[in-house]
Nanobody, 127 residues
């Protein structure tokens, strides 16, 4: 199985930007579709954005569309989430999750399931 480690979270003001990174080890990242999820305090985990194993397909939630962009660099075993125009309601712990590419990408999203999870990185948006 692949191991995932997220980084890049922090405390920012409304309107600021952050870029989260998800670095994979153990298996090559190109074997997996990758998703970014978030879990606000006291709420359930939700799917934010996803990218297929080869990078040809993307999906994102309506709440972040036009503000968040997912991308991947398989040569670096890394998936990114560029978050622009952050809002207080984006405050959450952000996780990346991997789904084996044997599963159809469009049947995976937006289920909140994954074969492997990272430990998460906190994003707090506050003035």
């Amino acid at each position: 199985q692949v191991q995932l480690v997220e980084s890049g979270g922090g405390l920012v003001k409304p309107g600021d930007s952050l870029r989260l990174s998800c670095i994979a080890s153990g298996r090559t990242l190109s074997s997996y579709h990758i998703g970014w999820f978030r879990q606000p305090p006291g709420k359930e985990r939700e799917f934010v954005a996803a990218i297929s194993s080869g990078g040809g397909s993307r999906w994102d939630a309506e709440s972040v569309r036009g503000r968040f962009t997912i991308s991947r660099d398989n040569a670096k075993n890394t998936v990114y989430l560029q978050m622009d125009n952050l809002k207080p309601e984006d405050t959450a712990k952000y996780f990346c999750g991997a789904r084996d590419r044997a599963h159809l990408f469009l049947k995976w999203v937006p289920q909140t399931t994954a074969d492997s999870w990272g430990q998460g990185t906190q994003v707090t948006v506050s003035s």
